[in-house]
């Protein structure tokens, strides 16, 4: 009997996931089946979750360890650096500039008082950071004990002592041959960790999927429809047609080839929402089957999923646009371009903040004079909204290896024809 692939057992998961999930909403959150059965689905979903997490951090620290120490070995490294940085503010910029001006176009929030939502904002405290604050907690969060960074998890922090010592070992020379080949060996061993947690996929995918569509509150869905079409429908915009056109324009790669390759890391982003416990799958994706080597898919990727946030930054400019209709401001130009950037650095300096996303946000609302408050409006909404965006983060980390990686190769060729 032939073995079901393991695309076709998550494309299952996904699906029971969903039927499941509208099973247990219709049936209530009272009903003792709906109850038990959200409880089976958090213990599978948490295990997924931690399972992915528990490699994450090792990996990290070696695949971008190994892929620096070759790369610069390779004498590739600042041709690699200087292209993942342009490709991430480059398409970051476009998926902000995309909120914008789908918000100005469809003004979401239009028609509804702050009012309405006065119970949600009741009992929300919202942590608040001046930008000098926001920028001295981003500095200190980079340059961490590289002991704690690694107990407590801390993504940014493991990437910046793991880039400064695949340096270290470059410049150290073959004195250091031996720890590069260790590195090497235990990045492997790691992987094979990751193809063992990925049997589990279909089981964990299913479960996180089953949780998010039971636990919606539909009422509160219906009222921010408009403001939920919105951003969805830019994210997939942002998703589908914007990046696997750069994709295209720079690779020639199609987008179908893309999609079947990044299947596995994109329906896992979907799930979990979090683009760290998906990294471990990214790059398993971007390596096997879109065969980015190793060294800049372990540079870009790890990187990626700290800095490239193309569905946060437009989801956090929608959303500011969303508030300033809400309590009835119109932002003028200059305001807009203040939401433009802060929202790409919010996004950049999101991982190194606890509860990233809604600290973040508070700034950009508040660098424009919107009440802070008003973010508890969207918490309800937020699962829901964050598991595309997840999704678009992550399809830009994997693009970017690509663009990465040709950039590289022709301008490498140019120079060996002169």
């Known amino acids: 009997m032939k073995k079901i692939s393991l695309n076709t057992q998550i494309l299952f998961g996904v699906l029971a996931g969903i039927l499941l999930g509208m099973g247990f909403s219709g049936l209530g959150q009272e009903s003792a089946v709906a109850q038990n059965g959200l409880y089976v689905a958090r213990l599978i979903g948490t295990l997924f979750i931690d399972l992915l997490k528990m490699v994450l951090i090792p990996l990290v620290f070696t695949s971008i360890a190994v892929g620096v120490a070759n790369l610069r070995a390779h004498r590739q490294m600042h041709k690699v650096w200087k292209a993942t940085l342009g490709f991430f503010i480059f398409s970051m910029a476009l998926a902000v500039i995309l909120g914008l001006t789908a918000a100005n176009l469809f003004r979401p929030g239009e028609g509804l008082q702050l009012a309405m939502f006065q119970d949600a904002m009741r009992g929300f405290e919202a942590k608040q950071m001046s930008l000098p604050e926001f920028f ?127 299947r596995e890391a994109l329906v896992t982003a979907f799930a979990t929402s979090s683009s760290s416990a998906t990294l471990p799958v990214t790059l398993r994706c ?36 969303f508030v300033a209709n809400l309590v009835g401001i119109e932002l003028n130009l200059m305001q807009q371009m203040i939401v ?60 970017g290896s690509l663009v990465v990686q040709e950039w590289v190769k022709s301008t490498h060729h140019d120079e060996s024809v002169v």
């Open 136 to 262: 001295a907690h981003f500095l200190h969060s980079l340059f961490q004990n590289p002991i704690t960074a690694l107990a407590q998890g801390d993504v940014l922090a493991v990437v910046v002592f793991a880039l400064l010592l695949g340096i270290a070992l470059v410049v150290g020379g073959e004195r250091y041959a031996n720890i590069i080949v260790l590195l090497q060996e235990f990045l492997e061993l790691i992987l094979m960790l990751v193809d063992w947690i990925m049997r589990l996929a279909p089981l964990g995918i299913m479960a996180l999927l089953l949780q998010l569509v039971a636990t919606q509150d539909t009422a509160l869905l219906a009222t921010l429809i408009k403001f939920i079409v919105v951003v969805v429908g830019t994210t997939l915009l942002h998703g589908v047609v914007v990046l696997p056109l750069i994709l295209y324009l720079v690779t020639g790669m199609a987008p179908l080839k893309f999609w079947r390759g990044a």
């Open 286 to 321: 971007v390596e096997q089957h879109l065969h980015v080597k190793r060294d800049i898919a372990g540079f870009v990727v790890p990187l990626g999923a700290t800095l490239n946030m193309d569905g946060t930054a437009l989801y956090e400019a929608a959303a500011a646009l």
């Open 340 to 399: 433009f950037f802060m929202a790409m650095i919010g996004a950049m300096g999101a991982p190194g903040i606890p509860s990233a996303g809604m600290v973040t946000m508070v700034l950009v609302l508040q660098s424009v004079g919107l009440p802070a408050e008003a973010i508890a409006i969207l918490l309800p909404i937020d699962r829901l909204l964050d598991a595309f965006r997840t999704a678009v983060n992550v399809e830009g980390d994997m693009v």
